[in-house]
């Protein structure tokens, strides 16, 4: 088993030293999803949800969140990002009447640390923005599963899931 980086001698937690790392590009993309119900999905679509775009705001709220990573998440370092986009895609099976936005988030950095963390952060932040901004109409949407789907860069290279 590898040692765990995130303890120090003493046992106690640390932000890990990244000074002696090479910096690489390097990439994350993660998904998450958020299962809501035939009103949701009419008023996404047809830009008539009281709150504004649903879409155009979780988008905002998960690059805000990948930017913002490293506030939220003890040991992560704050890095400068080069890039992060998040899109969707729908799935939709009208007789089932299940309606789901599927959401991923690429980030991207030229740096000593990975994204990975940022990606995932941004696609939760994504879902949730989905959520606080439907949920008058229903409180009975599920996130996830959310998982990161690809990393390269870094000495331990490319991830695929």
């Known amino acids: 088993m590898s ?4 303890f120090n001698e003493q046992g106690r937690a640390q932000m890990v030293d990244i ?10 993309i993660a998904h998450s999803s ?3 119900n035939k009103d949701i999905y009419e008023e996404i679509k047809n830009g008539t949800n009281k709150k504004g775009d649903v879409l155009g705001v979780a988008q905002i709220a998960g690059i805000m969140a990948a930017k913002q990573t490293s506030s939220i998440i003890p040991m992560c370092h704050p890095i400068s990002l080069t890039g992060v986009n998040i899109s969707f ?16 988030a690429e ?9 990975e963390m940022e990606a995932l952060t941004a696609v939760t ?4 923005t989905i959520y606080d901004m439907c949920k008058a109409v ?19 290279g490319e991830f695929l899931r």
């Open 3 to 6: 040692k765990l980086t995130h």
């Open 19 to 28: 000074s002696e790392k090479n910096e690489t590009v390097r990439t994350a």
């Open 34 to 36: 958020i299962k809501i």
């Open 89 to 104: 895609d729908w799935q939709i099976d009208e007789k089932q009447a299940q309606y789901e936005i599927t959401i991923e």
């Open 107 to 115: 980030v991207k950095t030229k740096g000593s640390t990975g994204v």
């Open 125 to 128: 932040a994504t879902a949730l």
């Open 138 to 156: 229903d409180k009975n949407m599920i996130i996830g599963p959310t998982m990161l789907m690809k990393k390269t860069g870094g000495k331990n």
